[in-house]
């Protein structure tokens, strides 16, 4: 046994490669003639100390050997045994073991081989030399004196690069490589609207190498990419004025990112986790020594800083996946236990289309930091770093993201959107859904914006699915101060015919032809203001009002009515008419032209009077 013992010491000793595998492997049983290279590899004419390396003899495509590179007494060596049958042009090609990937640098390298030759030694190594394809400049990625001899990576992402400047990803730049190693006195910064894909690894020596900025987008592989993320903050125009506006849902796409990382270096900060199960939904990172002390990934904050413009977070980078599932929660008797919300935990934008929903409203809200406001959505992008809220009706519903489109056919919509200078609230109306009334409407966190919405059994809903054979539908509005509105209406699929009624003014507009509608609201407006509508059903060309010795009579009343008087800016004057056959007195109006609206049990009718 002790002789057994030794001898596995002594191979370990005079083999210290053993249990390393190689990435090449020769048959040398196919050639009758060797040659011995020993040598050392150099990139653009500099010594490479790293073992990781795996050096290969080919020629044209057929390997002829190949062997790891070896530390020894301060130097790294490779000890290469060459095959062949005869006269042969050997080049070379390397392996990185550290990042498991064969790279396309290029061999500047050839040697001639002759049986039994020796080139080089230990004292006085054989160079094989490969060129690198480099950025050593400062500044934008597309110039070509930012690289090494000018050469560039060509666009079909076959090539790995070296970046050993500052080099910077604009916008409209859509870069696509091998690999990219970004070496200790280098870095990379993506900016807004500049794409990174890399279908292998991306190597770096810590995160200030590697800058993702708000709006820029990496698609990479692999796992342990340092990086930071730098996260566009809006900011209020006073924290203490405006206390309504500047918060916004962000994710973080560092996996490993300290919640303390959004502590604020200049004035005030807040930082929101949402949890519907509990009784104050909102939980502050401040006060609450429970908060998670890292960002998990897919899980979405609400954030706001006073004056810092920028949230940095830093660690490493979500790897690319063709699949995510979200943590839902969902609670039938509590509408709040079935928000949920969430975040993009990638380092690209991932897209609403691509979203697998089990019990869930296919639709999200996300909010306008500017204004204060939720916009609700059916489809879109949802950028990295960005938050959105989702809602479930079921026990056990599921969200997954998918890299590949799950919708086939999106239903017909009609997103109605209300703005005015406080800001803007939409309502989105989905025909051909059924399986579950819509998304609740949230309120505003600015409370001075005017909401629209649909109400159905007493709920509030911002996204409402109605069957295909549903023929109207009312929409809510509540105004918040009298004054001027805009309506603007986007619609996604087929009508026939698309109207909308403003039951104040009477006023019809065919949606298939106009796409806005401005109209003046006060608070006396009833609230149901306007029907959505898919075949024209008003009643306009009838008169039905007219004047009788200073009185305003109304003709053909069919059962309960109702009387509103409005003047040309939309005000309701109050007078309102409680015996048909008496009228209403209008001696106390100014000459001038009024609306009339009736409504009674079959319609809803409307007449301009010059009184």
């Given at each position: ?132 394809i480099t950025f050593n400049g400062e500044g934008v990625w597309s110039l070509k004196q ?466």
């Open positions: 046994m002790r002789n057994f013992l030794l001898i596995l010491l002594l191979l370990t000793t005079i083999c210290p490669l053993c249990g390393q595998d190689n990435y090449w492997n020769c048959e040398d049983n196919l050639y009758s003639g060797n040659m011995f290279i020993t040598a050392v590899i150099c990139y653009n004419g500099e010594k490479q100390k790293n073992d990781d390396l795996e050096l290969a003899a080919f020629y044209k495509d057929e390997l002829r050997g190949s062997s790891r590179v070896k530390y020894e007494d301060g130097e790294y060596i490779v000890n290469l045994t060459v095959h062949s049958n005869g006269s042969a042009q050997i080049t070379f090609k390397v392996y990185d073991h550290s990042i498991k990937e064969e790279l396309s640098y290029e061999s500047l390298t050839k040697v001639e081989f002759v049986t039994d030759n020796a080139i080089g030694s230990y004292y006085s190594p054989f160079t094989v030399n490969f060129e690198v930012n690289w090494l001899n000018s050469k560039m990576p060509d666009a079909d992402g076959t090539d790995d690069i070296v970046i050993e400047g500052s080099a910077t990803i604009p916008e409209g730049n859509n870069v696509f490589l091998k690999s990219v190693r970004i070496n200790e006195n280098g870095s990379l910064s993506i900016e807004n609207g500049g794409v990174l894909k890399v279908k292998g690894s991306i190597t770096n020596s810590g995160t200030e190498a590697l800058i993702l900025n708000d709006g820029g987008q990496i698609v990479q592989s692999n796992d342990n990419v340092a990086a930071t993320f730098m996260k566009n903050i809006v900011n209020p125009e006073s924290w203490s004025d405006h206390p309504k506006t500047g918060w916004q849902f962000i994710s973080s796409p560092i996996t490993d990112a300290a919640t303390s990382d959004f502590e604020s270096t200049t004035g005030d900060y807040d930082l929101y986790k949402f949890d519907g199960t509990q009784e104050l939904q909102w939980i502050n990172y401040k006060y609450h020594d429970d908060f998670e002390k890292r960002f998990i990934p897919g899980t979405g904050y609400i954030a706001s800083y006073e004056s810092q413009p920028t949230a940095m977070f830093e660690g490493n980078l979500n790897s690319a996946t063709d699949y995510f599932e979200f943590a839902i929660n969902n609670n039938l008797m509590s509408d709040w236990a079935s928000f949920n919300l969430l975040g993009n935990p990638f380092t690209f934008n991932i897209n609403w289309n691509n979203m697998l929903k089990d019990g869930m409203i296919d639709g999200y809200a996300t909010i306008n930091p500017n204004t204060g406001a939720y916009i609700y959505n059916t489809e879109g992008e949802i950028k990295v770093g960005e938050g959105f809220m989702v809602y479930a009706y079921a026990p056990n519903a599921t969200l997954c993201y998918k890299t590949e489109s799950l919708r086939k056919d999106q239903p017909c919509y009609v997103n109605v959107t209300v703005s005015n200078s406080k800001g803007s609230d939409n309502i989105i109306v989905r025909f051909g859904e059924n399986d579950n009334a819509g998304f609740p409407k949230l309120d505003n966190i600015n409370d001075e914006i005017a909401n629209i919405y649909v109400r159905d059994n007493g709920k509030r809903y911002a996204i409402f699915n109605c069957d295909e054979d549903v023929e109207e539908c009312p929409l809510y509005f509540d105004t918040k101060e009298m004054g001027s509105y805009t309506m603007s209406v986007n619609i996604k699929g087929q009508f026939d015919n698309l109207y909308l009624l403003d039951k104040v003014t009477g006023e019809k507009v065919n949606l298939l032809l106009e796409n806005e509608y401005s109209f003046i609201a006060n608070s006396t407006d009833a609230n149901d203001r306007f029907v959505l509508y898919k075949a024209d059903k008003t009643e306009n060309d009838e008169c039905f009002a007219y004047i009788n010795e200073g009185r305003l009579m109304i003709d053909g009343v069919s059962g309960d009515a109702q009387i509103n008087i409005y003047d040309l800016l939309g005000r309701d004057l109050g007078l309102q008419c409680y015996d048909m056959n008496v009228g209403i007195s209008i001696e106390s109006l100014p000459k001038g032209i009024y609306i009339i609206r009736l409504v009674d049990n079959k319609r809803v009718k409307t007449q301009k009077i010059l009184f």
